[in-house]
């Protein structure tokens, strides 16, 4: 048995994908397919695809049906960092064009800890225990 986290998203799974490898050192895509001519999502689109986001497996594909519905924030990736210069340089990647929930500060749970949700609706937490 296995269990991933899946996000559907509308046309930003690749885009999505890019941010998140380049925001949590040590990720990287491990899988893409793209829709072709045939359908039945827009040819190139994302129709599958895994990544390990620091060692957490991650599927996401852009759905061809379009939903009223996109993220909430009261499921979010959780993150460890080693340091808080990694939590400064993931934070600054992950929060830009998205919106802050709780800034980066010392929450007393953990030493550095910021919420946030990126540009896609995606929500993180970035801790540095």
């Given at each position: 048995m296995r269990i991933s986290t899946f996000l559907m998203f509308q046309g930003d799974a690749e885009a999505w994908l890019d941010l998140a490898v380049g925001a949590i050192p040590g990720s990287s895509v491990t899988t893409i397919t793209r829709y072709g001519a045939e359908g039945p999502g827009v040819e190139g689109s994302v129709a599958a695809s895994e990544a390990l986001i620091g060692g957490h497996a991650v599927r996401c594909y852009d759905s061809f049906v379009v939903h009223d519905f996109?993220?909430?924030?009261?499921i979010s990736l959780f993150v460890d960092l080693d340091s808080e210069e990694q939590h400064a340089a993931a934070h600054d990647l992950l929060v830009d064009g998205g919106s802050m929930?709780?800034?980066?500060?010392?929450?007393?749970f953990s030493r550095w800890f910021s919420?946030?949700?990126?540009?896609?609706?995606?929500?993180w937490q970035l801790n540095v225990p």
């Open positions: 996109t993220f909430t924030p009261s929930l709780m800034p980066p500060g010392d929450y007393g919420w946030i949700q990126d540009r896609y609706g995606v929500s």
